[in-house]
Nanobody, 126 residues
């Protein structure tokens, strides 16, 4: 089994920054070298949406247009940890943020991801 645990959520004013972390563990984690790691978010009453993705081994990045230029996804291989640096936050970024892992390197759809964290709340006040 694979476990993903997010941390770093909270309340921030518009224009502020936060960094989310996602610690990955589990007996099959060694297979993550072939996985894509992604961040998704879900606002109240809305569907879960893709935010950003990084291929664990190659480091290839991909972002949703809504966060491009403001958010940065990265990973620390030694710590088995995924990050999402969020700058210039807007009230519309308010959501529960999830990290997830997919065996499909180009995955952007939530149903392509096999493993999910429990989520962490981000609230951006205006």
């Amino acid at each position: 089994q694979v476990q993903l645990v997010e941390s770093g959520g909270g309340l921030v004013q518009a224009g502020g920054s936060l960094r989310l972390s996602c610690a990955a563990s589990g007996r099959t984690f060694s297979t993550f070298s072939n996985y894509a790691m992604g961040w998704f978010r879900q606002a109240p009453g809305k569907e879960r949406e893709f935010v950003a993705r990084i291929t664990w081994f190659t480091g290839i990045l991909y972002y949703a247009d809504s966060v491009k230029g403001r958010f940065t996804i990265s990973r620390d291989n030694a710590k088995n940890t995924l990050y999402l640096q969020m700058n210039s936050l807007k009230p519309e970024d308010t959501a529960v943020y999830y990290c997830a892992a997919s065996p499909a390197r180009g995955a952007t759809l939530s149903n392509e991801y096999d493993f999910w964290g429990q989520g962490t709340q981000i609230t951006v006040s205006s």
